[in-house]
């Protein structure tokens, strides 16, 4: 007698795959062999290994011509599961992905078309890629039944009043934004696997709320007076063509921005106060460095009474031991942002300060991996229900 379950939005069935497909070259049935545990703490729900058709979880990719967008198709053409039936990009439709993206010119994949004309019938769940701002309408016009990751910022901040106040125009979906789940994947997990619009992170708040978010928790450091600065890859400031982003404004130096207002300050301090259960402010300063991409955080910090600097690495390494994107470097070991290059990992190590009392954090991550399309991925991954490290295996390219 067999059984059957809603997995996501594919059918799974508990007899065998090979039976229905037999009946059906279109069936979309897939066989549940038996429960996996990979390890407690980055998987804290029963986990099952499926044996699903190649590709068959529909996946669209709206803004698919921004750098974003081209990191998904990326990472899906080594996915077992997701495969790729409508990109969409409004000044690239009619073209292919590979007359945008000749690395990506290999793939076998639909043209991208513009988003108005897109047909979401045959679309499961939807990486939506698009610029701040665009997204919410766009959002609230799609099937209700599909899975959403936003890359964008228009749901991350719980209080609408914010968003309108750091980016300059109300909010046009609140009702979505109550239902939107904040997708930091390692703090946020069994949230976002029950969820259907996941809010994926900016890249330096992931940077910066991976290691402080635990560390204030356990109350093992202050949380006023926390200073950070973050350099950025080029990339993080998007494809569009800006004056600021050119090679002679750019290169052979350090490009300061947005100082004491870049957007992604609200979604830091939303991220340490929930930490914290009160207030916080931090003094944070972004540049933009010459290289494509990568991120580094240089994050300062006051120990609480009676905590040192090895506590805080205890912590850490207990709290992420299970985790296998998020990396404590031995002691005195200094992370690089050429050790992620290409990768979903972000790398962490903790530092003695020479003032008494306080600490340094160094957190290192790709800026369009952990800091974008690959913690979309996994978050994906988590809401379809299959091992989220799927896809998601690359090293860093070094050198």
């Known amino acids: 007698m067999s059984s059957a379950v809603a997995y996501g939005s594919v059918y799974v069935n508990q007899r065998c795959f090979r039976e229905d497909r037999a009946k059906s070259s279109k069936a979309r049935r897939v066989c549940v062999c038996k429960s996996v545990t990979l390890t407690p703490q980055s998987l804290q729900y029963e986990k099952t290994k499926l044996l699903m058709p190649e590709k068959s979880v529909r996946i669209g990719v709206l803004g698919a011509s921004g750098y974003t967008g081209s990191e998904i198709v990326r990472l899906l053409a080594n996915h077992p599961y997701f495969g790729i039936t409508v990109m969409t990009a409004d000044r690239k439709a009619g073209q292919s992905i590979g007359s945008v993206f000749p690395h990506l010119a290999t793939q076998h994949l639909p043209d991208m078309i513009a988003v108005n004309d897109a047909d979401f019938s045959n679309v499961d769940a939807v990486f939506c890629c698009l610029p701040h701002g665009t997204t919410q309408e766009i959002i609230k016009a799609l099937p209700k039944g599909l ?41 946020y997990r069994t949230d976002i696997k029950d969820a259907r619009l996941v809010a994926n992170p900016g890249c330096y708040p992931t940077s910066i709320q991976l290691p402080l978010v635990p560390l204030i928790k356990a109350n093992l450091i202050r949380s006023e007076n926390i200073i950070i600065d973050a350099k950025s890859g080029v990339s993080g400031a998007g494809r569009g063509a800006k ?157």
Not at 154 to 169: N, P, T, V
Not at 269 to 277: H, I, K, M, R
């Open 147 to 187: 899975k959403i990751v936003d890359l964008s910022a228009d749901f991350r901040l719980r209080d609408i009043d914010d968003y309108e106040k750091w980016y300059g125009q109300p909010h046009r979906a609140p009702e979505l934004q109550r239902e939107a789940v904040y997708g930091l994947t390692e703090i």
């Open 243 to 399: 004056e600021a982003n050119l090679y002679t404004e750019i290169a052979e130096g350090i490009h300061s921005y947005g100082i004491t207002g870049h957007r992604h300050v609200p979604e830091i301090e939303q991220g340490l106060a929930e930490a914290a259960n009160s207030k916080v402010t931090v003094s944070f300063t972004p540049h933009l460095m010459p290289m494509s991409r990568g991120m580094q955080s240089s994050i300062y910090v006051e120990l609480a009474p009676g905590a040192s600097v090895e506590d805080l690495r205890q912590h850490l390494k207990v709290f992420y031991e299970n985790e296998e994107f998020v990396v404590l470097g031995k002691e005195k070991e200094v992370p690089h942002t050429r050790h992620v290059r290409g990768s979903n990992y972000c790398i962490m190590n903790v530092f003695p300060d020479r003032i008494t009392g306080r600490a340094i954090i160094l957190s290192v991550i790709d800026n369009l991996v952990k800091g974008a399309s690959g913690q979309a991925l996994q978050n994906l991954n988590l809401m379809m229900g299959i091992p989220e490290n799927t896809g998601l295996t690359y090293l860093p390219l070094f050198p």
